[in-house]
């Protein structure tokens, strides 16, 4: 699919200023919509917006269809009647990053209290709307609501460790489980019933302002979700409930071991001989929440990397085919024409390009590995983009502009403080650095110079800021997807500057 040229921000929705120690869909989402749109921006992308587990990673969620509940806006269910001033008072919360764990034990405690009061008050509109949203959703809400509950009960274990008739779904424990959490149950309905009903009013602000949302939807799901429990059979696992083999990536940029994701494999022949279904539903939920959707890790979907299960590294790992062109055929046939922009970094070879071509899926590009050691350095390198791409400064696995500009190497296991020279020396000759403090803006400069159909920059490179800014560091599980935004940083002057770029380069 062809895409308009245009330019955008990336920024994930926890990253935004609030109240309430993490982003959220309230006053500060709108905020950042009107500067996005004071500053000539048709572009707002965020990670995964589902329900984060393991790490609190957007990449590891219990649910590849319900919305995050730690991302409701207080001050929303204040105005609806929900909540009262006094719930929403709160000990003070880092400005600067999320501390996951006294947001989830504050959120959870005051959104328990704002289920009793809906489900204790509220209209017969409301309570017609809810019923027609979990009628609506009841392919994926039912076991998802079910799952969380236990998970409730369980805190510490993943469903594979659950007494044996729930772990395998037997229909008498499940009706046992229904009856004995049902108000659990109904709660975690009420949250995604307040989720989807804030998240499409956010939507509707930005589309008035001529925003599209571009989502992202991982290839793969967390072994400890309600996806794989409810649907173990599209899933490589034992009769324990546990995965045989798990997903990574071979030794890259990142790591000279590889990644070690950790994921379930799918059961691609299962999935084929039902013509894809769970995969299209999963795609349709998607397109019914963002306007187009980045696909992380498509060439998974050509070939993907098998590790065994128990392996510490993924280094051990090897090759498997993936279902490529039947896949996003079954896709196409279904949605129709893909609004998919496809993640296609790392070892990229012309089968998984082809395949990205032929269904007509821009591609990505970072500006950062343009000037290193990484084999696609070449083809990232504005001189050499193609128009079907998103070219970006860099992505929510890399360090800020500026922080990757400050590096020595000396904590990156594959750049050594000589390749930080040679690369800093070859991008200050690309790109006519004169000042290094300019290095963000003269990076920004370049992907909305370039032909590139859309160019899209994460805040923290408008901004300015360094390492600290970071979103994720890939091969550790600490520190990340913990950045927020301070408030007063979105000036006028900032969405000035901002816009004149954009104007001047056509976007």
């Known amino acids: 699919m062809k895409f308009p040229r245009s330019s955008g921000i990336l920024l994930h929705i926890t990253s935004l200023p609030s109240r309430h120690g993490v982003g959220d869909l309230g006053p500060r989402a709108y905020e950042f919509a009107d500067f996005l749109a004071s500053a000539g921006q048709k572009l707002w992308q965020v990670l995964p917006l589902n329900p984060t587990g393991y790490a609190d990673s957007p990449y590891q969620c219990f649910s590849a269809f319900a919305g995050n509940h730690l991302l409701l806006s207080f001050e929303r269910l204040q105005e609806a009647g929900i909540l009262q001033p006094t719930d929403l008072a709160t000990a003070p919360f880092s400005e600067d990053s999320v501390d996951y764990a006294s947001v989830i034990s504050f959120k959870t405690r005051v959104l328990r209290r704002a289920a009793q009061v809906f489900f204790a008050d509220a209209s017969h509109a409301d309570r017609a709307s809810f019923e027609r949203f979990c009628e609506n959703c009841s392919s994926w809400l ?13 805190p510490d274990n993943t469903w594979a460790t659950w007494d044996p008739p729930i772990r395998r779904r037997d229909p008498l424990a499940i009706q046992e489980w229904i009856a004995k959490l049902a108000p659990g149950i109904q709660a975690h309905k009420y949250w995604q019933f307040e989720f989807f009903r ?14 599209s949302i571009m989502g992202d939807i991982p290839i793969y799901v967390a072994h400890d979700s309600s996806d794989v429990w409810a649907h173990s059979d599209l899933f490589q696992l034992n009769d324990r409930g546990l995965p045989t083999v798990v997903s990574g990536v071979p030794p890259d940029y990142f790591s000279a071991t590889g990644q070690l994701w950790g994921n379930p494999i799918y059961r691609w022949d299962t999935l084929a001989a039902d013509g894809y279904r769970w995969w299209i539903e999963r795609l349709r939920a998607s397109l019914k929440l963002f306007d187009l959707v980045r696909l992380d890790h498509f060439r998974g979907f050509e070939a993907y990397w098998e590790i065994p299960a128990g392996d510490t590294t993924a280094a051990n790992g090897h090759w498997m085919k993936g279902p490529g062109e039947e896949f996003l055929s079954a896709l196409q046939n279904a949605v129709g024409e893909l609004p998919i922009v496809a993640e296609n970094l790392g070892v990229i070879t012309p089968a998984v390009e082809k395949l990205r071509r032929q269904f007509g899926l821009p591609g990505m590009s970072l500006l950062q590995f343009a000037f290193g050691t990484d084999p696609q350095g070449p083809s990232f390198r504005p001189h050499n983009y193609s128009r079907d791409l998103v070219a970006y400064t860099g992505g929510h696995d890399n360090d800020t502009t500026v922080g990757w500009w400050l590096s020595s190497g000396d904590t990156d296991s594959t750049r050594t403080p000589e390749d930080v020279r040679k690369e800093h020396e070859f991008a200050r000759a690309y790109l006519d650095l004169r000042k290094d403090s300019d290095i963000n803006w003269v990076m920004i400069r370049a992907v909305l110079s370039s032909v590139a159909d859309v160019a899209i920059v994460p805040l923290q490179d408008v901004l300015g800021l360094g390492g600290d800014a970071r979103m994720n560091l890939p091969g550790t599980t600490k520190g990340n997807w913990k950045w927020r935004c301070r408030s007063g940083v979105l000036t006028d002057a900032l969405a000035t500057k901002l816009r004149s770029l954009t104007t001047i380069y056509d976007r």
């Open 142 to 154: 039912d076991d998802y609501a079910l799952f969380m509950a236990c998970k409730d009960v369980h």
């Open 198 to 211: 804030q998240w499409e009013h956010l939507k509707a602000y930005c589309q008035k302002r001529d925003i």
